[in-house]
């Protein structure tokens, strides 16, 4: 999704900045952006798994810098749906700092500059799992829940300032974070792939603060609105359980 944001202001003519932890791909990236839309690119190497440290080193290369669009994009989720003792203690700290932390920190960062200016776009991309929570997936939907509500309550205390900050609750995109699940690694109507979905969100900035920014998503969305949680809870435990492929833990011994 990220690399879709950056074509796609690109393509409107912004420069655009990179933040991931695989430099190759981030140069790669930033490379096909001059070549193919003519802007001016930087690349920032960090790793928003490691937590609160990397945050000054990132302001320092942000210094100076005009951000007028920040998309807080990044986001994992289990390697497969997975009862919470079963997943790897690393994962699930992991899954707080991208999914949580970095969404905080980045706009820590760059909110500032933004209020001095009295402009800027945040865009915080949650998902339709923050509206119940999700089985197998508990962590994910958590801080979804986390992503929204911290967004919507942004976008309060700052729009005096001139600031719009528009959460993005999406259902499922076609990208590597869901690579667990043929049907859903699979583009359709109901699966968009990121170029789509993409598009499509940019078209509501402006329009809706809080969005799944997908004309199906919206449908998915108000069917969730009008439907007992029970029954989501049951039916996101039986798609999952069928997709659940994770070693079990072994009984500890007394």
């Known amino acids: 999704i990220g690399k879709q944001y950056a074509r796609q202001l690109a393509k409107r003519g912004l420069n655009i900045i990179l933040i991931s932890r695989n430099l190759e791909k981030l140069r790669d990236t930033a490379q096909e952006l001059e070549f193919d839309f003519r802007v001016r690119t930087q690349v920032i190497q960090a790793d928003l798994s490691e937590g609160r440290h990397i945050y000054s080193e990132i302001a320092r290369q942000l210094e100076g810098k005009e951000i007028g669009i920040l998309i ?40 500032p500059q933004m209020v001095e200016r009295k402009k800027g776009l ?70 968009p792939d990121a170029e789509t979905f993409v598009k499509s969100s940019l078209q509501t900035i402006g329009v809706s603060n809080r969005t799944t920014g997908f004309w199906t998503h ?35 011994s007394v």
């Open 72 to 111: 807080n994009n990044a986001g994992v989720m289990y390697d497969s749906p997975s009862l919470f003792l079963n997943v790897p203690e690393k994962k699930l700290v992991e899954s707080v700092n991208i999914n949580m932390m970095a969404v905080m920190m980045m706009t820590y960062v760059v909110l």
């Open 122 to 191: 945040i865009v915080n991309i949650s998902s339709i799992s923050s509206f119940y929570p999700l089985p197998l997936m508990a962590i994910y939907s958590a801080s979804k829940v986390f992503v929204d509500w911290f967004s919507m309550a942004l976008d309060y205390e700052y729009r005096d300032k001139g600031i719009t900050v528009q959460s993005l609750i999406p259902s499922y995109i076609s990208t590597k974070l869901v690579r667990f699940s043929n049907f859903l690694s699979t583009p359709s109507i109901i699966v």
């Open 218 to 252: 919206g449908l998915q969305f108000w069917m969730y609105e009008h439907t007992p949680q029970w029954f989501w809870n049951a039916a996101s435990w039986g798609m999952f359980k069928l997709i659940d492929n994770t070693p079990k833990l072994k009984p500890k």
